[in-house]
């Protein structure tokens, strides 16, 4: 690769761009569901391009509508060529606009092709002696390349000089055309001459030189010796004309008439105003950051013109005001502002992530937009100023964080409340919380934390933490920044969480049922969560010490058997190693193959060849071992926190689309209960001495669910009359009495009922059942036909959701769907696939929520040496009870749980206990 001359001018194959960037991830749309993965690929590779080469004079080339002077020549001339993508045509006029915004000069020339301006304006450069850069990703373009003109792969930083060329394609760029005309080209439907493919193409040109060569030289052909060579040359002399055409459709014109003059290329300064405008209507958040970050007050636009989606225009700001309390003269102010304010801010700064382990250096407070002040405590560098005294600060405002009638907005406060626990104070009085006002609103319109938010909906760039801290090994904790960056950073949290905080509930309070989602499920919610965390679940780090040392054998075994499959040893967990001993030594089918165009080695490929093959499911089961090692019994122990001797999850509200809860350090959602592993980890999870643990999960709540939201009055009789809904499946999709089912038949049946809840087509039940997929289809055609409810279900769904772009669940949380109008059509159909599921899976969310608050409720009547609760995993709660209260409390348990919503079918839960969580299960 030859080194690039320093400032070359560079011309941008745009039309090349974007049709790599259309058909590359990631596909991203906006929270309106408009398309903007072909915008973000194109800008993304222009902005590193003048990362890079930091050119002064750069073009970008488009080609135009209509057609060009070679349809003209050849009527079939790109014939073949689908129409462009509505969701790709959607995004040229946003790339147009950004370009321009960027100071990019664009040209587009009717009549001919991007590549053929491109070739003129190289053309004229070279003869200058000027030094051209030409990025593109079109092979074409090699018969450009000279001493002048290099050709750049963006997307593979390839760098193609002379040299370069003949390196690539074992050609000289002199004899490209000849090449391209020789083979042909199916995309553009150039003809060729038949026959001739690459091998061919060169064996003639490297033996004979040029066509023009080659037509002297005829009866030299069959002396090259490649296949088919005895009979080349009368192929040649048969499509002489044919090969001239083809000539003429591959080379680049190099003389279309151009009004620019390079000058005229010249990067002019970006427009920030407009490319803040366009970056905040795609929602290039990172991009909007960075010119946020850059941009002075005086240059910012109107941020209220703004709008980052359709209902959530940005808010204006107001110039900040920040106070750093020292003295008890401002304490004591501050106080009688925070028990007058109709709702003040509050915000902590500490020396952890881990609540329990996380000690306070310091809180903030807001109680106006611009209005904000930090209270440090702890900061204990060298040369800190004096601060009030921890118990002097605790005592005064010890009781306004307690009191329940002074109102107070936070983001994310069930950490602030674990985190005040900790040091032994009460935070009450929550009203509302900024992370879950905007998860309400739209779980999927942004990511929910302060920063992000910020972005979004007040066009507002925070101080990041990194800025004050530093990053990597050398980063500070808050205790040790000087309060000079610390204050500012932190009265600025309440700050703009009190602004958010005006921006979204006002937003929320225009929809009742989401306003009540709030209120009555996600706020109440938070407290519930953070004594859950708090409390935590013990664990037997001995039994899981002996499970790794089981597991690593098991794996050393399947290790062993994989090499003898193979042939040789390799590393099981290289997906690189994989491709070769799979597809390349073993010659096994590619199912899949990566973006890149390497045969995919993901799990579902690995699934779908352990039917045939034995290598495969020894690579799955290997996998699949070694994640529950490093996840679970390699990890857990090392996670016991050893003051309290428990382990203490993560419960995260605001992350899923649906409402489910997830779980982090340790993930208590993802630990298998199918296979024996996984149940033996969870044996692990043990009750006190005295204890048990007793675990309650609602029974098929999803199925009840559909039948409730379908009204099939099939389902609505099973579940009315007890039965086992997988066995009357089974009876009616196989015509066969109830009593004659099988196991087989119950197996088959029970995959198309949580199947169909899954918007399952037709070919994944197949794979799943490993049956044909006219077997799967008469399946659900049969299902349908016993319970057309559910189809009726199901097509108004989708119906719904197109006409609104979301759905809701019995309890009017609103399931955004930002692909459910997109003109790809399989991102379409998997959001169609996402609305019939939403409606389910989140009212089961919104169940188990509301049954944890009355539960909750409860609990609060008992002494906590008779019961805990510890975990909230998918449809199930698990407790840690006294021995002598099992029976009593089991029954309560399931009753309020069966009490936590009304459907028109019984809402079943079932109860076991044990000495651990797998015996209750």
């Not at 398309?35 to 050119?55: E, F």
């Not at 106006?368 to 800190?384: F, K, M, R, T």
Request: hydrophobic fraction near 40%; charge should be negative; glycine fraction near 6%.
């Amino acid at each position: 690769m030859s080194l690039i001359p320093e400032n070359p001018l560079i011309l941008v194959d745009g039309s090349s761009y974007l049709f790599r960037a259309y058909h590359a991830p990631p596909h991203l749309t906006n929270s309106k569901g408009e398309a903007t993965g072909a915008i973000y690929g194109v800008i993304n590779m222009l902005k590193s391009l003048l990362k890079q080469y930091q050119p002064s004079h750069m073009v970008v080339v488009f080609d135009a509508k209509g057609p060009t002077f070679r349809n003209e020549m050849y009527s079939e001339y790109k014939a073949h060529r689908p129409p462009m993508p509505d969701d790709l045509r959607s995004q040229i006029k946003p790339i147009h606009d950004i370009i321009e915004a960027m100071g990019l000069p664009l040209v587009s020339i009717t009549g001919v092709e991007a590549d053929d301006v491109i070739g003129t304006f190289a053309r004229i450069a070279a003869e200058q002696k000027r030094h051209v850069l030409i990025s593109t990703g079109d092979k074409d373009m090699a018969q450009l390349v000279n001493e002048h003109v290099t050709l750049i792969n963006t997307m593979t930083n390839t760098v193609l000089d002379p040299q370069g060329v003949v390196d690539k394609f074992g050609i000289g760029p002199e004899l490209i055309i000849d090449y391209l005309a020789l083979m042909g080209d199916k995309v553009d439907n150039i003809p060729g001459v038949p026959g001739v493919g690459e091998k061919t193409a060169l064996a003639m040109l490297q033996g004979l030189g040029s066509i023009e060569s080659i037509y002297q030289h005829l009866d030299e052909i069959a002396a090259l010796g490649f296949r088919g060579s005895k009979t080349m040359a009368k192929k040649l002399e048969e499509h002489k004309e044919q090969l001239e055409l083809s000539y003429e459709l591959a080379t680049i014109k190099l003389d279309v008439e151009v009004e620019q003059d390079l000058e005229q290329f010249a990067i002019a300064p970006i427009d920030k105003d407009r490319l803040i405008e366009l970056y905040a209507e795609c929602e290039f958040k990172r991009w909007l950051s960075e010119l946020l970050d850059d941009a002075s007050a005086a240059s910012k636009p109107d941020i209220a013109d703004i709008e980052a989606s359709g209902s959530a225009p940005m808010a204006q700001q107001p110039e900040a005001n920040y106070e750093t309390i020292l003295t008890e003269e401002q304490l004591e102010r501050w106080l009688d502002k925070l028990q007058s304010a109709p709702l003040m801010a509050f915000d902590t700064e500490t020396t952890s992530l881990d609540y329990m382990q996380a000690d306070l250096v310091g809180m903030s407070f807001a109680v106006a937009p611009s209005e904000a002040a930090y209270l440090p405590i702890a900061h204990d560098y060298v040369g800190a100023p004096e601060q009030l005294p921890k118990a002097l600060v605790f005592e005064k405002l010890g009781a306004i964080l307690a009191d329940d009638k002074i109102k107070k907005v936070g983001q994310n406060l069930k950490y602030d409340k674990s985190v005040l626990a900790r040091a032994g104070l009460e935070l009450n009085g929550i009203a509302f919380d900024t992370m879950l006002e905007s998860y309400v609103f739209n779980s999927v319109a942004t990511r929910h934390d302060m920063d992000s938010l910020a972005l979004k909906y007040l066009g507002h760039k925070n101080i990041s933490f990194e800025e004050i801290a530093g990053k990597g090994k050398s980063q500070l904790t808050f205790n040790q920044i000087e309060l000079e960056k610390a204050a500012p950073y932190a009265a600025e949290d309440a700050d703009i969480t009190l602004r958010l905080h005006e921006h979204l509930w006002p937003l929320l309070k225009q929809q009742d049922k989401l306003q009540d989602v709030f209120l009555d499920i996600e706020l109440p919610l938070l407290s519930v969560l953070s004594e859950i965390e708090r409390t935590g679940v013990k664990i037997d780090s001995s039994m899981l010490a002996q499970q790794s040392v089981q597991i690593s054998e098991r794996l050393a075994e399947i290790e062993k058997e994989a090499f003898e499959l193979a042939g040789e040893e390799f590393n099981l967990s290289s997906p690189k190693q994989l491709q070769v001993i799979l597809f390349e030594k073993q010659g096994l089918p590619v199912v899949k193959k990566t973006p890149k165009g390497a045969p995919s080695t993901a799990e579902e490929v690995l699934q779908e060849l352990a039917h045939d093959y034995p290598l495969p499911k020894l690579i799955i089961e290997h996998r699949g071992l070694a994640k529950l090692k490093s996840t679970y019994t390699d990890k857990l122990p090392k996670l016991v926190n050893p003051d309290t001797g428990r382990v203490h999850t993560s419960y995260h509200q605001a992350v899923t689309a649906t409402g489910r809860l997830s779980s982090s350090d340790p993930n208590l959602q993802n630990i298998p209960i199918r296979n024996e592993t996984g149940r033996r980890i969870r044996q692990a999870f043990i009750a006190d001495k005295g204890k048990q643990i007793l675990a309650a999960d609602y029974s098929q709540i999803e199925l009840r669910i559909m039948a409730h939201l379908s009204q099939d009055q099939g389902l609505l009789n099973a579940f009315a009359q007890g039965k086992d809904v997988h066995s009357a499946t089974a009876s009616e999709v196989f015509s066969v009495p109830l009593e004659e089912v099988t196991s087989d038949m119950r197996r088959k049946a029970k995959a198309v009922n949580f199947g169909l809840i899954y918007g399952m087509s037709a070919f994944g039940l197949s794979r799943q059942l490993d049956i044909p997929r006219h077997e799967a289809q008469h399946y659900m055609d049969k299902y349908f036909e016993r319970f057309p409810g559910v189809l009726e279900y199901m097509e108004r769904t989708r119906e719904e959701a197109a006409e609104r772009g979301y759905v809701e669940t019995l309890f009017g949380r609103r399931l955004h769907l930002p692909d459910i109008k997109a003109r790809n059509g399989a991102r379409r159909k998997a959001a169609e696939r996402a609305a019939i599921n939403a409606p389910m899976q989140g009212t089961a969310a919104d169940i188990i929520k509301k049954a944890m608050l009355k539960v909750s409720d409860w609990l609060h009547t008992q002494s906590r040496d008779d019961i805990k609760l510890l975990m909230q995993v998918h449809d199930e709660l698990v407790f840690e009870v006294a021995e002598n209260k099992v029976a009593q409390f089991s029954d309560k348990i399931c009753a309020l749980m069966s009490e936590a919503a009304t459907l028109d079918v019984p809402l079943l839960v079932e109860a076991d206990h044990g000495e651990n969580w797998e015996q209750a299960h």
